[in-house]
């Protein structure tokens, strides 16, 4: 069974402060990692997806990385507005359509 | 942009109702999906379509039916509700899946569902 695991449950920081959030995963065949944020109250929002290990990939004050068991999303000097939940997920190697099977998320807060 | 609408943000029913969730999306995706998010759960698979009138089972469909006679509409189904399927509902959609290039499903606002 796919699994993933998100740490830490919830992070403050503030304004400014450079940090890491984790996704560890256990999954047969990877086939994606894809990272989301999602406000109160809204549907999730994509931002990354990562395919092999060594990847990265960067949105603004976000960077992605990727290796065989786990990811982190970097958050270089934050801003309030950065305050999210951020989701990680998985595709098996099951094919075509399939869903993802996501974590529980870190709940960021970025205080100013 | 991608759009994809929920007919209900907020919806109150009562134990025993049948319950219908429509989703709509815009952009001719063939694939479809239903997940359930829940506080210390996350989001979870109901169900998914990859074509009109097809459906899978995802993680949790138990409770559940789907129905999909347009491309554009999923629908969601609790025929008979109960007050353990009181959630977040959110609905999802995603072209028709090409290798390994392109996965990003486009989310609804989410439908806060509450059964008494």
């Known amino acids: 069974e796919d699994q993933v695991t998100q740490s830490p449950e919830a992070l403050r920081l503030q304004e400014g402060e450079s940090s890491s959030l984790n996704c560890s995963y256990t999954v047969s065949g990877l086939r994606g990692l894809f990272w989301y944020r999602q406000d109160p109250g809204k549907g999730p929002e994509f931002l990354f997806t990562l395919y092999s290990a060594g990847e990265e990939k960067e949105k603004e004050r976000l960077k992605a990385t990727l290796t065989k068991k786990e990811s982190f999303l970097h958050i270089t000097a934050p801003k309030p507005e950065d305050s999210a939940t951020y989701l990680c997920a998985v595709r098996n190697g099951r094919g075509g359509a399939d869903g993802l099977t996501f974590g529980k998320g870190t709940h960021l807060i970025i205080q100013p | 942009d991608v759009k994809v609408t929920q007919s209900s943000r907020y919806l109150v029913k009562r134990t025993g109702e049948k319950v219908f969730l429509e989703c709509v999306q815009d952009?001719?995706?063939?694939?479809m999906f239903w997940y359930r998010q829940d506080p210390g759960l996350g989001l979870r698979l109901i169900y998914f379509s990859y074509d009109v009138k097809m459906k899978e089972k995802g993680d949790i469909p138990e409770g559940y039916s789907v129905s999909r006679e347009k491309k554009e509409r999923f629908s969601l189904i609790l025929e008979s509700a109960s007050t353990n399927q009181t959630s977040m509902y959110l609905c999802a959609s995603l072209p028709r899946v090409a290798g390994a290039t392109s996965y990003e499903q486009y989310f609804g606002p989410g439908t806060r569902l509450t059964v008494t």
């Open positions: 952009m001719d995706h063939e694939n």
